[in-house]
């Protein structure tokens, strides 16, 4: 039999295969379609201390292989994720789920993790300090080792829960941003959020998102994310979790061989909400395949 | 919502650009008018939405212009080709505040949900009437389709070369109960303006999903924020923000 468990900062899940925070809301649209308890877990869309619309529309643009969205974390604030979201969230799943915080300070961070940290549900917090759609926000947090040593260190201080920072890639050298945290006692690191991308409507010579820019993801982004996740497992000595492009099983043994513990799948959900069930159902016959008996035996088996 | 694997049926050109499609399979997520399906194409990421025009036991029709590349491939696609749709997708249509005389008003490839609509409330013994709004003769469709149903239409065309002269807001001065609209956002505005009863308004946004996942058709309402995809399209006139619709 192929085990498809592992261990991700001390809790096991069944498989490695985790939708990705934004591209799962907080699960019920998925839960009418299958019984989401297949999964790893699941990371629920990015939550703030306020309540956010996020950005004007249009916020999605189709790409080669890809999409851009610039929805600038529209999610109702902490509180009523806490007291709306949570409770219905717990009727469809019942794992631990992986709790996403943004945040445009440090206080905010701390607070909003604080409180998603005393919720029995919450198994892990992923810190997004990279998402690139707000003006002056998050990205300034994840462009820097400083910064981003300085946001773990903080929450770090405030929660029990293990604490996975989210990294993006829109850097030059991610491998350093990663050890940053590291040493200031992250949990483990998740990686890659959205690289930064534009269009233009060829007829009204206009941007096609509202706000200009956005965040690329995909399938079109994958080798980028691969090697990233590359750099970082190397690097680190926490689990890292490797996202960006990911879409059939093969892509999770990838992942999972350039150093990641666990995946995370994002933009696939959109285009077939069925992807992560596809993705769990093929893996003990693409595990066969490669002769792999168990997951946790390749996890950065192409790293020195 | 469910996925499905649907067969064409048809696929026959109405006017230069809009086409008519028909597809079947399982259509037992769709439950009411101004739903949509979400249709995926391959070579292209995203799905494609695309209101129900008509349904019949297990067969859906859809009324699409060619506009881009999603629509330009769906253009060439035969009887007997597969296509993978999510169906079921957006609320609808709510039929019970209609009263005894709609009014539907539709612009058009807004035209299409309208059809579906129409016939469900002359199953319920509506005095139905429906304008229906072209730039020009040559985008005429689905005029003979109505009155089939046995609705009163009223055409209208921006040049007047064929019906009444002018826009559908042009011809609204009419008796009627409640009403409906779908069509380009200039017109639902316009419309907005000149409605003397209640009515409901289908909206148009560029979609992720398409089912309520990942925030992208996102607008603001009186009632809060609401999803395009899963809590619309279909919205009540009194809960409109226009200022922030875009
Ligand atoms: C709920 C809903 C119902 C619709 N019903 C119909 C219908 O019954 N008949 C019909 O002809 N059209 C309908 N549309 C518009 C239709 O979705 C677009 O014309 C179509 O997606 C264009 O795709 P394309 O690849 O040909 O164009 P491209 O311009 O190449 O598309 C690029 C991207 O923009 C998106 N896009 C382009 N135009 C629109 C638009 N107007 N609204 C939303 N997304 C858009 C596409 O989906 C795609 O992601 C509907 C849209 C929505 C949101
Ligand atoms: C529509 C959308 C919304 C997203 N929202 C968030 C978010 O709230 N927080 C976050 O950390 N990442 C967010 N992301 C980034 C994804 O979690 C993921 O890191 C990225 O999309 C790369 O994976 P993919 O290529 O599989 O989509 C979002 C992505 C998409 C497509
Ligand atoms: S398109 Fe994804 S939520 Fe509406």
Redesign the interface.
Known sequence: MADTKVTLCGIELDNPVIPAS????YG???A??YDINILGTFSF?GTTWEPR??N????????????I?S?GL?NPGVEKVISEELPKLKKVFRKKVMANVGGFSIEEYVKTAAQLDACDCVGWLEINISCPNVHGGGMSFGTSPTAAAEVTKAVKKAVKKPVIIKLSPNVTDIASIAAACESEGADGISLINTILGMRINLATRKPVI?NRKGGFS??AIFPVAVRMVSEVAERVHIPVIGMGGVSSADDVLEMMMAGATAVEVG?A??????ACKKIIEDLPAEMEKYKINSLREIIGAVNG | ???GIFEITENKPLTQNVMRMRLIGDTSACIRSGQFINI?IEG????RPISVCDLNKDELTIIYKVVGKGTEVMRRKSVGDKLDV?TGLGNGYDLSPSGDKPLLIGGGVGVPPLYLLARQLMERGKDVTVILGFNTAKEVFYEKEFGDLGAKTILVTADGSVGKKGFVTDHMDLDYSYFYTCGPEPMLKAVYKRSVTSGQFSFE?????G??????????TVTG?KRIC?DGPVLCKEEILWQTQ?
Do not use: H
């Open positions: 934004g591209t799962f809301g019920a649209e998925f009418e379609l869309k619309f996020g004007p529309t249009p916020r999605i643009a189709e790409c080669t292989e890809g999409m969205n929805v529209q509202a995909g399938r933009a959900n959109l285009i077939d909400p069925y | 919502m469910k996925q995926k292209l990421f995203l799905r999510l946004e560029r979609m992720g999903c089912f309520g996942a990942c925030m992208g058709c996102s607008c603001k924020y899963k875009k």
